[in-house]
């Protein structure tokens, strides 16, 4: 089951935490790896990984907010069955002390970013008349969660063009849902705790560890095992949903 033995995956994001996560696990289920990424060394790295476990990997390097050198990369890549739109910001802060700048910024990678992959992937899979879409939206798509303005509009974006392109594109038999995942322990997490609480580092990684009713963040590899079923032949039926891996935060924080 879940195998996905001559497939091609294009994964944004991919050298690092989640998308690094999906990567493997796909390689390891049979998928060539297209690793759209904007740090080549990173990317280099996981493709390096997968082909020295007997998988097949490509790294393509692209900034994904820009819409024609993700033109180029798509058609380098050519024809491929799956899209994991991965790749993102975070960002700190409420509507009054986000500067226009970020705003804009974490708009560009994470909303624009998603729309470039699809806007190039769609016209590949409606040649094959089939096709598999999965973007990683957040809780924060879903709830409110303090200080996040920024970062939960683009995730808002991501739940909200899911939606868009599952209707869409049901005629072309090419499904599209998204994931959201609460806090999962990566080293963008430690990195972005070190950047914005210093000093506090393991006060920080506790409290928001305990954020999930679980008692624990999640791991990438969790994330990715979801993403597994859903680009699989087994999820055939699904289409159109947002799948919550949340450690209960959406439903059991009271």
């Known amino acids: 089951m879940f195998s996905l033995f001559r497939k091609s995956a294009v994964i944004t994001g991919a050298g690092s935490g989640i998308g690094k996560a999906i990567a493997l696990l796909f390689a390891k289920q049979g998928a060539t790896i297209h690793l759209v990424e904007f740090n080549s060394e990173s990317a280099e790295k996981v493709a390096a990984e997968i082909i020295s476990l007997g998988g097949s990997a490509k790294t393509h390097q692209c900034d994904v907010s820009d819409h024609q050198a993700m033109k180029?990369?798509?058609?380098?890549?050519?024809?491929?069955?799956?899209?994991?739109?991965n790749?993102?910001?975070?960002?700190?802060?409420?509507?009054?002390?986000?500067?226009?700048?970020?705003?804009?910024?974490?708009?560009?990678?994470?909303?624009?970013?998603a729309y470039n992959a699809i806007h190039f992937a769609i016209p590949q899979m409606k040649k094959n008349k089939k096709g598999v879409i999965l973007n990683v939206a957040s809780i924060a798509a879903l709830v409110g969660i303090p200080d996040r303005f920024a970062y939960s509009m683009s995730k808002g974006a991501i739940y909200a063009m899911t939606l868009s392109v599952a209707r869409d594109y049901l005629a072309d038999h090419i499904r599209c849902n998204s994931i959201s995942p609460a806090r999962v322990h990566t080293a963008f997490v430690d990195g972005f705790i070190a950047k914005n609480y210093a000093g506090k580092e393991e006060e920080i990684f506790e409290k928001l560890s305990k954020s999930q009713p679980i008692g624990r963040m999640g791991q990438a590899e969790e994330i990715a095992a979801l993403a597994l079923y859903l680009c699989s032949d087994e999820a055939g039926f699904i289409t159109g949903n947002d799948y919550p891996i949340d450690g209960g935060f959406i439903k059991l924080n009271n």
Not at 78 to 83: E, K, N, R
Not at 96 to 113: H, L, M, P, W, Y
Request: proline letters at 2%; hydrophobic letters at 45%; glycine letters at 10%.
């Open 72 to 85: 180029t990369a798509f058609e380098s890549i050519g024809p491929f069955d799956i899209l994991v739109n």
């Open 87 to 113: 790749a993102g910001i975070a960002h700190v802060g409420n509507v009054e002390n986000t500067s226009a700048v970020d705003f804009e910024k974490v708009f560009r990678i994470n909303v624009q970013g």
